[in-house]
T-cell receptor, first 111, second 113 residues
Framework: EAQVTQNPRYLITVTGKKLTVTCSQN?????MSWYRQDPGLGLRQIYY???????DKGDVPEGYKVSRKEKRNFPLILESPSPNQTSLYFC??????????FGEGSRLTVL | GENVEQHPSTLSVQEGDSAVIKCTYS??????FPWYKQELGKRPQLIID?????GEKKDQRIAVTLNKTAKHFSLHITETQPEDSAVYFC????????????FGTGTKLQVIP
């Protein structure tokens, strides 16, 4: 089954404690991206990747890091999480049609 | 960078009526305009998209129109049904959807039976 898998789905952490949200896709898509969803603000792009070792900033990259060492994986790293990073995070992959295939989302709470 | 504005933020319609959601964009280089539907607690899913070389596209009860001159595009849902109730997001991209993608803030559609 074609899918984008994110982990963890839910996480409560404390300010400053490094965390990683993993994302993996099995569709052999070249393009992957991360979004955060906040009430009233819609979906905002954090980072995107066009291929292995090629990443670029989206609209809200501050406080986040990404890496793309393998085509199927695109983890999102919060080196020092802060409360304003409490959000619902979605990973997505796409092929050349442009359609974004989203993961199920990861709800993060930073205390 | 691109800025996408979406209106209205909430919309209630009676079952069987039509619903229209409008978006405007700022970057004339944008060439791909998808619409996503997000049901409560679920992930967004593409329902229809349009590229800048097309003015209108239809898929059964949903249609999208694009006015490049005015930089706006709209989603039209006819004969609404309760299962159309969801949050709808428009988006714009200057790279066909592969790189930078900017979303609108969403419209919560409620279809009243």
């Amino acid at each position: 089954e074609a899918q984008v898998t994110q982990n963890p789905r839910y996480l409560i952490t404390v300010t400053g404690k490094k965390l990683t949200v993993t994302c993996s896709q099995n569709m052999n898509h070249e393009y992957m991206s991360w979004y955060r969803q906040d009430p009233g603000l819609g979906l905002r792009q954090i980072y995107y990747s066009m291929n292995v070792e090629v990443t670029d900033k989206g609209d809200v990259p501050e406080g986040y890091k990404v890496s793309r060492k393998e085509k199927r994986n695109f983890p999102l790293i919060l080196e020092s999480p802060s409360p304003n990073q409490t959000s619902l995070y979605f990973c997505a992959s796409t092929e050349n049609t442009g359609e974004l295939f989203f993961g199920e989302g990861s709800r993060l709470t930073v205390l | 960078g691109e800025n996408v504005e979406q209106h209205p933020s909430t919309l209630s319609v009676q079952e069987g009526d039509s619903a229209v959601i409008k978006c405007t964009y700022s970057d004339s280089a944008s060439n791909y305009f998808p619409w996503y539907k997000q049901e409560l607690g679920k992930r967004p899913q593409l329902i229809i998209d349009i590229r800048s070389n097309v003015g209108e596209k239809k898929d059964q009860r949903i249609a999208v129109t694009l006015n490049k001159t005015a930089k706006h595009f709209s989603l039209h849902i006819t004969e609404t049904q309760p299962e159309d109730s969801a949050v709808y997001f428009c988006a714009a991209s200057d790279s066909g959807g592969y790189q930078k993608v900017t979303f609108g803030t969403g419209t919560k559609l409620q279809v009243i039976p």
